[in-house]
């Protein structure tokens, strides 16, 4: 990337910026990839480019605590350069990439791999989760100092939890030294074992085994003892549970050092969505052809109705720090099986915002709100690790800008993604609100005029 | 085309019967209505006047083809659906999961694929994860009939019960019913639960807290399918004034996987003993979808004694898959240069 960007010029867009509570219509200005000012009628500097956001919403780039690139190892799912375009295509211009490749990034020089890779090859800024134990499994602390000066923004097993309670809360102390979270996967495996969709009614309906919400609670409620205990930070990711969203919250209060991220898909689906029916429909009607869909398969489970209430009211309330993808690219053949043998996850980098606006528009969550969990929110967690400013738009930040259209109506046709990963349960919907254009460090990464990344 | 495929079969049920309602696919009784279950036992009484005969064959599946796709060890049901399909003169194809390819890593996809391309009119699927009906059901343009798919549902078996409790009680409206045993497993429990409440019947489930779906152990709202279900963990309170006492088979493993102490005390506290059965209507009958495991879930002088249908449900079997056989509405391939001539 040369050092020399052109200026580009903002104009007339509804800004907002959660780092300073700004919320009007006005102008942005970037310089040398980075934000040099936010005010109303900047002139526009000789050969800068000039954007025309008239109606559409100026927001940071977003921030993606948790998504899988799949890279090293599973390229036929996604790669560092698909799944960073996917990004760009989302409004994420920073994303936190899992350690679950293969080889796993459980040491500093699989790390700098990924970080090498991306630098080349992708579409926006990629920051590596290194595992908690080698290889994950679970038994022996990785290298976590070294993952730490290669630039790791925290440590986890994601897929699994670390469930061995003793080398948790080893994992919880040594972590401590770098400042850096454990970033735990919730969840009891002997609870959840054989489990392939929330327990409750649905998964009596289908005959299949559910993992019940304890599973998540149990895990929760140790991870959020032990940080107490060592006085240091667990982030709980993709949290899924009301129980969760109380724990979280009375940890909070106790000022116990607990952070929390939330998936689009547990704000806005429900366990329902197994049965075949996307809205409508009743979980008593009879089953159609249509149910047993592998692409409402994800773990965490998608839960009912009142997780999904308790998840809002927690992500507004604060409690819930972050929203995260947990992007899950895979490919066909992964997904085109019974309930049982199907891959858990879905793609979420593309529909992410489209679905989390419904929320907006539904009147459940404030679009100021709703901004700074996908940008300042999760910017926070990244702390030193990631450049001064990072989610927001003040001066001498990075020139990451998102520029969304709240009320455009669109479908979701999976085949048009950018990432390699075309599961989602979201085919055919209708989604109100997208993002036109994406700009990271400067240069426009995304356009949906022009349709694909560049 | 209609003339032809009744030759031979009289008093078939042709009002509200499922072969005018145009279905495609049997996956669960969840979305039979009574009339289409009425149309089907009715269909079934024809069929056994059929295996009556002394010559046992009706051409009507003649020139039409029967997979049966079986992926898990099984013999009464896949020799019953076999023998349902030579009777009705289909050419009937068995494939076992041990001697296809899905031992050489052949995707239930691929393979179903495959049997279409072979233009399979019937596919008859019998599979260990719930739901793999309703996903050849999905892609394929044949039929689908499931034979039993993991903990869901079993549709046959739960018919030829229902059709062996009307054969021996008259009618199902009204009959109390128990059924005993491995509830959260037993895709037979689950379909006949469906189909007995759509019928009138009042339902008990009996089984240890460990084996009943965890929402039944807690009330179900009003407008639930199933409210009407009663719930216990005693015997001989789901066994009084029975007319129907329907043993399933409990799993050998559900002591290993901490669902049960022992077998020992399941037994003791769960199987349909004779002394128990006095607890039951006069007239009760005692049903198992089999295989037995007898002395655990039901004793040997019940399983073999006076009361038993178990016997006539083997051979009801038969005519009730001859009945879903016939009655599914297969693809239309004269496009393709077949049928017309049938």
Redesign the interface.
């Known amino acids: 990337m040369s050092a020399v960007v052109k200026q580009v010029l903002i104009k007339g867009g509804r800004v907002i910026d959660p780092g300073s509570g700004l919320d009007e219509v006005t102008d942005v200005l970037l310089s040398n990839g980075l934000v040099e000012a936010v005010g109303k009628k900047i002139a526009a500097p000789e050969g800068a480019d000039i954007i025309d956001a008239t109606g559409l919403v100026v927001t940071p780039g977003f921030v993606d605590l948790h998504c899988h690139l799949r890279e090293p190892g599973f390229e036929d799912k996604e790669t560092i350069a698909s799944g960073t375009r996917a990004a760009a295509a989302g409004g994420f211009t920073t994303v936190c990439a899992m350690s679950n490749t293969d080889p796993p990034m459980d040491n500093a020089s699989t790390i700098d791999y990924v970080m090498r890779k991306a630098a080349d090859e992708g579409a926006v800024r990629v920051l590596p989760i290194g595992s908690v134990t080698k290889a994950s499994a679970g038994r022996e602390l990785a290298e976590m100092a070294e993952m730490a000066d290669a630039g790791a923004i925290g440590f986890s097993d994601d897929g699994h939890p670390v469930a061995d309670d003793a080398l948790m809360r080893q994992a919880l102390t040594y972590a401590s030294a770098f400042g850096l979270p454990i970033i735990e996967h919730c969840e009891v495996p002997e609870l959840a074992a054989g489990g392939q969709i929330n327990e409750g009614w649905v998964a009596t309906r289908l005959g299949v085994k559910g993992v019940p919400a304890a599973a998540e609670e149990q895990m929760a409620a140790r991870d959020i003892a032990l940080a107490e205990l060592t006085g240091s930070w667990v982030h709980l990711a993709h949290v899924s549970t009301a129980g969760t969203g109380d724990m979280v919250r009375r940890a909070k209060e106790r000022g116990i050092k607990v952070t929390a991220e939330v998936t689009p898909h547990h704000l806005t689906l429900t366990e329902d969505v197994v049965l075949g029916h996307l809205t409508g429909g009743n979980s008593f009607d009879p089953l159609t052809a249509d149910a047993y869909n592998t692409f409402a398969k994800v773990n965490p489970p998608l839960r009912s109705q009142a997780d999904v209430d308790a998840m809002i009211a927690a992500l507004a309330e604060g409690v819930i720090d972050a929203i995260a993808t947990d992007h899950a690219p895979h490919n066909r053949q992964d997904k085109l099986s019974t309930l049982n043998d199907a891959a858990f996850g879905i793609s979420n980098l593309e529909t992410a915002l489209g679905a989390v606006l419904s929320l907006v528009h539904a009147d459940s969550l404030s679009l100021a709100r709703l901004i700074e969990s996908l940008t300042l929110g999760p910017a926070r967690l990244l702390g030193d690790r990631a450049p001064a400013g990072l989610g927001t738009l003040a001066t001498g930040a990075p020139a990451d800008i998102a520029l969304i259209d709240p009320d455009a109506e669109w479908i979701v046709r999976p085949e048009n993604f950018v990432s390699k990963g075309k599961n989602t349960p979201l085919a055919g919907a209708t989604l109100k609100g997208r993002v036109k254009t994406t700009i990271y460090a400067g240069r426009v990464v995304f356009d949906a005029e022009q349709g694909r990344a560049s | 085309m209609t003339t032809v495929r009744r030759v031979g079969i009289p008093a078939l049920s042709n009002g509200g019967g499922s072969m005018s309602s145009g279905r495609k696919?049997v996956?669960?009784l969840?979305?039979f209505s009574r009339e289409e279950l009425d149309g089907v036992l009715q269909n079934t009484t024809a069929m056994r006047e059929v295996l009556n005969r002394s010559i046992r064959k009706v051409p009507a599946l003649r020139g039409h083809t029967v997979i049966t796709l079986f992926h898990e060890p099984s013999t009464r049901t896949r020799v019953s659906f076999e023998q349902a399909g030579k009777v009705l003169s289909a050419d009937v194809i068995n494939v076992t999961s041990a001697g296809s390819s899905s031992k050489k890593g052949e995707?239930?996809?691929n393979t179903a694929l495959t049997l279409q391309a072979m233009n399979a009119d019937i596919i008859v699927i019998r599979?260990p994860?719930?739901?793999?009906p309703?996903?050849l059901?999905?892609h394929l343009d044949s039929c689908i009939i499931n034979a039993g798919?993991?903990?869901?549902?079993h549709p046959s078996q739960a018919l030829l019960d229902m059709y062996t409790i009307k054969e021996k009680l008259g009618s199902i409206e009204g009959k109390r019913v128990a059924i005993v045993g491995d509830i959260l497993y037993s895709?037979v429990g689950?379909s006949n639960l469906w189909g007995l409440l759509k019928m009138g019947a009042q339902v008990t489930l009996c089984a240890p807290p460990t084996l009943v779906?965890?929402?039944?152990l807690r009330p179900l709202p009003e407008?639930?399918?199933f409210a009407s279900v009663r719930v216990t963990h005693r015997v001989e309170e789901a066994l009084e004034g029975a007319d129907v006492v329907m043993a399933l088979r409990l799993q050998l493993e559900r002591q290993a996987s901490g669902h049960l102490p022992s077998l020992r005390e399941y037994s003791r506290m769960f199987c349909i003993t004779t002394r128990r059965m006095e607890l039951a209507a006069p007239d009760a009958i005692v049903m198992h979808p089999g295989p037995m495991n007898e002395g655990i879930e039901i004793d040997p002088e019940v399983a073999h004694g006076v009361r038993s249908v178990i016997d006539q449900q083997v051979t009801n079997g038969v005519a009730v898959r001859m009945a879903l056989l016939f009655g599914v509405v297969t693809p239309d391939r004269s496009a393709a240069g077949r049928g017309a001539a049938q």
């Open positions: 696919n996956l669960d969840d979305d995707s239930l996809y599979h994860h719930s739901g793999a309703h996903f059901a999905r798919d993991g903990a869901h549902a895709r689950r779906p965890p929402d039944f407008e639930h399918p």
